[in-house]
DNA sequence: CTCGTTAATTTTGTCGACAATAAAGGGTGA
DNA sequence: TCACCCTTTATTGTCGACAAAATTAACGAG
């Protein structure tokens, strides 16, 4: 038992290291710090999808120049999280039926791709690593905390994503597109009956990749992510 | 005779409507013309790869302000032209083995996505005007003027991309990874005997979009990446 | 002569002010 | 009342100057 704890936490850290090391180079400047704050404003829904992003307003709300939040809405363009027009301004994007489409037929090929690249190029301390991290989650399940599953889901694919070792398509998911996807499920209020089902999808998934098996890996995540498309196209309409 | 040279002239229009649709929206500020320019300079090797791109000295030599490169430069950081320390500055990306290898991966899955929504989402108008680029593709290549078949290749891809239909993957494409794609195509000196065989290509291409079949769309058209990648890689060893 | 430390210089990050553009409001004529 | 034009207002684009950090150079100890 204190093993399986200890190799618990260890997976823990590894993956806050993990985390660190692509988010959080050395030096932070204000113009990240306002960037991520930004960041996670539009995705939790406290500044709400479609509203315009005034550059003024934001500088004395973060309490800073209006350099910095114009750099951050910068940034946050190339998240694909805001739309700006020249002379006009930025806004939110909106959440709609098309853009989810799109938005996930992306994800299921990017992410398809990774697990497929991944059954080849993670390590087998990592693959143990993501069993690990796999079990962790089914305590979770068991004891009936689904609050943290949407964080133990992001996690998940999060280590399967840098097990590509593709640095590009890491580039894309991580700092691309997946704030957005974020974005659309805790709007549209990620939680219920999927949670379990999505933890054995989740399992089969690791072990397609733990018998090193790209092709059956890819097309149980494009699977995987088909489900929750359509779980969140439900969700959407209502 | 008349009638084809009228359509070849409306193609070209047509595309040129097309790509000024995408890249041009109305209002042009400095920090988008600053921007063009120096990802072309980047793209053509007039400012090395791998080279430090320094703020002062590339406002002086634009004539605009620091601020004004700083947007350029952040934009071209989306693109994955250059990287960006804080702190420290930002630097044209290296060509490399291993870059071009994660590149083309990507790329691969993406276009290959962008044949397969094609097939099915072009309308009938569409591919007629694919089939004529091909035909005026076909007259450059018999005369023997393959100076032009890098933009015609450029062109062709750009089509199919659109067809998709999706914003996100034309985004994803178009102003995020096909600059540094034209890049490993311009600085490792494209030319030669592909040009030919890569037009057959696009023919089998266009005749699967035509016959509405996405699975051999989107397969052939991987085949066709795979083919211009490992042209790339021989020229990159030497 | 080499290594480590400190001072000088260069470069990036940040700020506030001004200019240019677009949006909002008011007025006139039909 | 509606449409159009002009004026006013607000917002974004651009600039130069200052602050902070990193790089380089100078210096001295071993």
Known sequence: MSLAVSLLRLSTILNAMVLNVLVA?????????????????????????????????????YAVSRAVVREAINRLESCHLVER???????????????????????????GMAARLAATQMTDLEIADLNDLLSSHFQTVKT????????????FHYRIILGSKNNHLITMLVDGIYHLIRMYRVQLGMAGPRVTTAFDE??????????????LAEMLMRRHIQYTKKNLAKKLES
Chains 1, 2 share one sequence.
């Not at 009936?144 to 996690?155: K, S």
Request: aromatic share 4%; glycine share 6%; charged share 30%.
């Open 202 to 215: 989740h399992k089969h998934i690791v072990q397609a990749i733990s018998n090193r098996d790209p092709e």
């Open 25 to 61: 180079e050395q030096p932070i400047t204000n113009a990240d710090k306002t960037f991520v704050r930004l960041r996670n404003d539009i995705v939790e829904g406290v500044v709400p999808a479609g509203s315009k992003l005034s550059e003024m307003e934001l500088s004395t709300k």
């Open 144 to 155: 009936g905390e689904t609050y943290y599953q949407e964080a133990g889901d992001v996690d």
């Open 85 to 111: 027009k020249a002379n006009v301004g930025a806004k939110v994007v909106a959440l709609t039926e098309q853009g989810l489409n799109e938005l996930y037929q992306v994800r299921e090929s990017l992410e």
